[in-house]
Structure formats: structure tokens, C-alpha cells
Nanobody, 124 residues
């Protein structure tokens, strides 16, 4: 069945960088927009970024614009989220999710399949 696996999270100091990966098992991501989300304890799931199926269009939440970059490598069936200039408020569980085809919005309800998440902790 459809399965996404996030990786690359960990502990990093403020100002540091991490690259998250989103890989699919037993299906191709080629036909789908992929979104990145995060959720901190007690908070709503926040849409961070989305990349269209072709990779030709991307969008970002204001909270991460200029610091995070989404990309995809179709040959590796993987989507990435490069996170730079990390701040303590970036601490959360990060999830990737399968959308439709285009990036239509940041509402989690627009995304059908989710990974289990990878924890990012930004702390001194």
C-alpha cells in the first residue's frame, strides 16, 4: 500500500541546517504534489511547503520562506526539504504527504497519504 517514510531529522543548534527526505515505498511520487508539514505538541499541523508533480512550481509558508527549500529527484523517487537558519520555533515533528497533482493549498485535508514523521529539535 501507499507508504511514505521521512528521514533526516535530529538535534541541531540554532542557525544550523538539516535536510529532510521523503521517500515512497512501492509507488511512484511522479504524479503527485508533495507537501511538507510540521506539528509541535499542542499545535495544529502547519503546512510548510509544496512542490508540484513536475517540480515546476513550489510554495512556502511565510514562517519558512527564505530559509527552507523544497525539491524533488524523480530518479530517486524522493522529495527533500532543505532547512537552513533553523530556529528553536522550528522544533516539531515533520511530515511529508501526498497531494493531488498541483499544489492547491496548505490545508492538510488536501493531502491523502502521510508518513510517520521525523523529529526536528532546534536547541542549544
Amino acid at each position: 500500500q501507499l507508504q511514505l517514510v521521512e528521514s533526516g531529522g535530529g538535534l541541531v543548534q540554532p542557525g544550523g541546517s538539516l535536510r529532510l527526505s521523503c521517500a515512497a515505498s512501492e509507488f511512484t511520487l511522479d504524479y503527485y504534489a508533495i507537501g511538507w508539514f510540521r506539528q509541535a505538541p499542542g499545535k495544529e499541523r502547519e503546512g510548510l511547503s509544496c512542490i508540484s508533480a513536475s517540480g515546476g512550481n513550489t510554495n512556502y509558508a511565510d514562517s519558512v520562506k527564505g530559509r527552507f527549500t523544497i525539491s524533488r529527484n524523480h530518479a530517486k523517487n524522493t522529495v527533500y526539504l532543505q532547512m537552513n537558519s533553523l530556529k528553536p520555533e522550528d522544533t516539531a515533528a515533520y511530515y511529508c504527504a501526498v497531494g493531488n497533482y498541483y499544489c492547491l493549498g496548505s490545508n492538510p485535508e488536501l493531502y491523502k497519504y502521510w508518513g510517520q514523521g521525523t523529529q526536528v529539535t532546534v536547541s542549544s
